[in-house]
C-alpha cells in the first residue's frame, strides 16, 4: 500500500501558482488545491531543512487560503519517526468535504521532500513527494 503526501503544481500565472495537495495512507485518501506564492514554499521547506527532534510542530496551513489546509510534522518517537497529520478541505456545491488522516515517514524521506519542495517552490512547476513507511 503506497502512503505519499503530494504537492503538485497545477496553474501558475506571474505572482501565485496554484497546488494540488494529495495525501494517502492506503487505504483513505484526500486532495485539495491551495493557491501559493514562492516565498510561502520556501518558508516552509526552510523550516523542514532545520527541523529537529526539539522544535515540536512545524506546520503548513495551505497557502495563501489558509482555510482548506493544514498539514503538522511531529516526531512520534525518539528514534527519529515523524508523523504526518493532514485536514484537507473542499468546499463542494452544497457542502464542505474533508479528510484527516495521517503517515508516519522518517528523516532522510522529509530530507527529500523538502529539498523537493524547494525546487517545485523556485520553478513554480513540478510535484515535491514524501513518501510513508509501513
Known amino acids: ?39 510561502i ?15 515540536g510542530t512545524v506546520t503548513f496551513n495551505g497557502g495563501i487560503d489558509e482555510y482548506n489546509c493544514k498539514i503538522t510534522f511531529d516526531y512520534l518517537d525518539k528514534g527519529g519517526r515523524i ?14 468535504n474533508s479528510a484527516s488522516l495521517h503517515i508516519i515517514t522518517e528523516p532522510a524521506l522529509l530530507d527529500n521532500f523538502q529539498k523537493e519542495l524547494r525546487v517545485l517552490s523556485v520553478r513554480q512547476e513540478g510535484t515535491a513527494v514524501l513518501q510513508g513507511i509501513l
Not at 503530494?6 to 495525501?23: A, N, Q, R, T, Y
Not at 495512507?25 to 488545491?33: E, H, I, W
Not at 518558508?43 to 526539539?54: H, I
Open 41 to 55: 514554499l520556501l518558508d516552509f521547506s526552510k523550516e523542514l531543512d532545520t527541523y529537529s527532534l526539539d522544535d
Open 83 to 96: 508523523i504526518v497529520k493532514a485536514l484537507l478541505e473542499e468546499e463542494g456545491l452544497a457542502c464542505l
Open 1 to 39: 500500500m503506497a502512503q505519499f503526501l503530494k504537492f503538485e503544481v497545477i496553474w501558475k500565472d506571474e505572482h501565485i501558482f496554484e497546488l494540488k495537495i494529495v495525501m494517502t495512507n492506503g487505504l483513505f485518501s484526500g486532495t485539495t488545491q491551495v493557491y501559493s506564492m514562492e516565498e
